[in-house]
């Protein structure tokens, strides 16, 4: 059973503990979640960390995969992952209750999360810029006096300044600016933060963040890399080029990126230096519409995929933008053959 009505878990609850294996990356931690508890609750009260965000079953960050045991979340909720992920064996761990010993696979390290831990902080506005009719690159300094550290490919949550909103971005930069960060933020017709970027946002102004959260990021297998970029799902990759340009070596990058329309562009410039001092990576840049840009062809990120995209067995594919991109070129690179584990993806749901 992936998902019971919460009058049968309660009845299912009376059962006593269960023994919980968590398989990071790094190694295997066991938990015992009581009849009652979550596995996220049960987790945080025996101090192992999972990467978690909302703790009410929207975000998405908390997926796990079930390799053993029956894990259940309630029935009668949204969640973000779908029907079809939960019968592969995903759960959210924040929803999830357990009956009987199991196995949840993760796909980051433990060591992560005390690595990069998570800190709130007021950030400084410290350039605003329109890269695009419908972008913003947005930099934010960190005071002098806090330390932060991510990983290529996470986010932070930001509170739109004279809201209570808050929203998450991906930083752009790469780990190495802890005291900068960079970045790119798509300026929907209306919208919280959009509003603010296209109305308010000034040099000086002051930004609460929290972070750096999220899993998405560079495996740790050495071998080539297609990353597949939707809109401003640019950002991560960017950061995660920077790693890649010091650590794949010889290995080739291929670098999809596409936007709806030629007016959503941004970055062409920066991706054309780049592939000046990356000599293995290959950038393509496709738009649904006709387009006259040099260099950009009409197409998506998705029909641009072709068979020797993934041709060596060694490569990782990172797939970061829409929800609805992130499942066409999920279906199209399972098609062409990739193993589902070297497909790793950052979903751009609203936040
Ligand atoms: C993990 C994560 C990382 C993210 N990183 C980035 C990033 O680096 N850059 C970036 O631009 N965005 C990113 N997003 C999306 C971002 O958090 C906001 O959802 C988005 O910027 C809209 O915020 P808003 O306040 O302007 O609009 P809102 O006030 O949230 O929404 C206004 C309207 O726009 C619709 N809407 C909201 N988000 C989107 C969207 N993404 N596309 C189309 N319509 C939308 C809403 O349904 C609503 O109708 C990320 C989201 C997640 C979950
Ligand atoms: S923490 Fe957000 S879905 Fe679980």
């Known amino acids: ?13 009376m059962a006593a503990q269960s023994n919980v294996s968590l398989n990071f990356t790094d190694g295997t931690k066991t938990v015992t979640v009581p009849a009652g508890k979550t596995v996220l609750e049960a987790a945080n009260d025996a101090g192992v960390r999972l990467v978690s965000q909302c703790t009410v079953g929207t975000c998405g960050t908390c997926v796990g995969r079930v390799t053993r045991g029956d894990v259940v979340m309630p029935e009668g909720r949204v969640y973000s992952i779908k029907q079809d992920e939960i019968e592969s064996g995903e759960r959210l761990l924040c929803q999830s209750h357990v009956f009987g010993d199991s196995e949840i696979d993760l796909d980051y390290p ?18 605003v810029t329109w890269i695009g009719d419908t972008a913003v690159e947005l930099q934010l300094k960190l005071p002098k006096s806090v330390r932060f550290a991510f990983r290529a490919g996470q986010y932070v949550r930001m509170k ?7 929203r998450s ?3 752009a930069s790469g780990e190495r600016d802890r005291k ?13 933060m959009s509003d603010y970027l296209r109305n308010h946002a000034t040099v000086g102004d002051r930004i609460e963040i929290e972070g750096p959260t999220g899993r998405f990021g560079l495996s740790d297998d050495l071998g080539p890399a297609l990353m597949i970029a939707g809109g401003t799902g ?26 709806s329309r030629e007016a959503d562009l941004f970055y062409l410039d920066e991706l054309e230096a780049r592939t000046e001092f990356m000599r293995t990576l290959d950038v ?19 029909s641009a995929l072709s068979v020797e995209d ?12 829409p929800p609805a991109m992130l499942k066409a070129a999920e279906e199209r690179l399972l098609e062409l053959g990739m193993p589902a584990e070297r497909i790793h993806a950052e979903q751009f749901l609203p936040s």
């Open 1 to 13: 059973m992936s998902i019971a009505p919460t009058d049968v878990l309660a009845e299912r609850a």
């Open 110 to 127: 433990a060591s992560m999360l005390d690595e990069y831990p998570v800190i709130t902080t007021t950030a400084k506005v410290g350039v």
């Open 160 to 166: 739109v300044p004279g809201t209570d909103e808050w």
């Open 169 to 171: 971005y991906s930083m």
């Open 180 to 192: 900068k960060l960079t970045f790119i933020i798509r300026v929907l017709p209306t919208g919280a």
């Open 234 to 259: 640019l950002a991560p990759m960017l950061s995660m080029l920077e790693n890649l340009q010091t650590a794949r070596g010889e290995h080739p990058i291929r670098l999809v990126f596409g936007c």
């Open 284 to 302: 393509r840049v496709v738009v649904d519409e006709p387009t006259a840009v040099a260099g950009v062809l009409e197409g998506n990120p998705v």
């Open 310 to 321: 993934v041709d060596d067995p060694l490569t990782s594919a990172y797939l970061c933008g």
